[in-house]
């Protein structure tokens, strides 16, 4: 597993100083991998070749395979459909193509619903492990309780380039935050100590 950066865990307490918000969750999984792959396409291709190797292997379940070729394949569709697909192999008679109606040959339902990938599937996959996507975008520091809870988000003062002016390190820092939370967000300085 990945190391996660910007989280100090082996103290009890820390302190952070950052140009960001305290207003950002990574809400519902789908959209929030939508908007990666919208905004940051190079870190999405690496991200999609990470999942597929730890749950797309001929290991992982059902679920966790239509998860990831639904992202390879581009996130067409809605992945929480359910579609009915054919029970069994034997050609379809009168009267077999009505739901709920067993084959005469087998005694099988004709008609079955494909397995559904439901939402806990799909945290179980994207957002298990929430922070080590954080990997992928060195530039944004989060500081997070030690849960899951987002405390914080933003680009860490003792990381600006020294040529950069400070009006240049804000503008920055707001827009690939806006970005990242797939909407304009409003950053100030937050400094804060908390125990982990
Ligand atoms: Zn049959």
Not at 74 to 93: D, F, Q, S, W, Y
Not at 139 to 144: D, H, I, K, P
């Amino acid at each position: 597993m990945k190391n996660r950066k910007g989280f100090v865990s082996n103290s009890s307490t820390s302190s952070f100083c950052i140009y960001g918000t305290n207003d950002f969750s990574f809400g519902d999984p789908i959209e929030f991998y939508k908007t990666i792959r919208k905004e940051f396409p190079e870190q999405f291709k690496e991200l999609l070749k990470d999942l597929a190797e730890n749950y797309g292997g001929d290991d992982s379940d059902e679920a966790s395979k239509k998860i990831i070729a639904w992202m390879q394949g581009g996130m067409e569709g809605n992945i929480l459909e359910a579609t009915i697909v054919r029970g069994c192999e034997h050609p379809i008679k009168e009267g077999d193509e009505e739901k709920n109606k067993f084959c005469s040959e087998c005694g099988k339902l004709t008609w079955v619903m494909d397995h559904v990938v439901c939402e806990d599937d799909i945290e179980s996959v994207l957002m298990d492990d929430t922070y080590w996507l954080m990997e992928y975008f060195p530039e944004l520091t989060y500081v997070s309780d030690g849960d899951v809870m987002m405390v914080a988000l933003g680009f860490d003062y003792s990381k600006a380039p020294d040529d950069m002016t400070f009006g240049e390190f804000r503008k920055r820092a707001k827009k690939m935050i806006s970005k990242f939370a797939g909407k304009e967000l409003e950053c100030k300085h937050i400094a804060e100590e908390y125990s982990c």
